[in-house]
């Protein structure tokens, strides 16, 4: 399974239904629609700052994650912003693999 960040803006539409619905109520809906894809949330947390919520979660590839992402963007109450992130032995194995590059000027 991949992991991903996803870094969420609340819209003023987004934040009205927060202050409706209360944020455990939506962390329960974030987690049945990650489970909906094969995934599992790992942790959500409310912020102060640029973003207002921060949600790191396992799933199945890419494509969940974009699918999650379209879909939750496009319902208007929040905007998302997604990282894929790599564990040690991840980055530790594209360390390994040969790349042929040559610097601009080199």
Do not use: C, H
């Amino acid at each position: 399974m991949s992991k991903y960040l996803f870094k969420v803006k609340l819209t003023p539409d987004g934040l009205k239904g927060l202050l409706s619905e209360g944020a455990t109520s939506r962390r329960e809906v974030v987690g049945r629609m990650v489970e909906g894809l094969g995934g599992r949330v790992e942790a959500m947390y409310w912020a102060f700052g640029d973003d207002d919520v921060y949600l790191t979660a396992e799933l199945p590839g890419n494509t969940s994650a974009a699918a999650m992402g379209m879909v939750v963007s496009a319902a208007g109450g929040v905007r998302t912003s997604t990282v894929v992130l790599l564990s040690a032995d991840e980055i530790d194995e594209a360390a390994r693999q040969e790349v042929r590059y040559r610097a601009p000027g080199a």
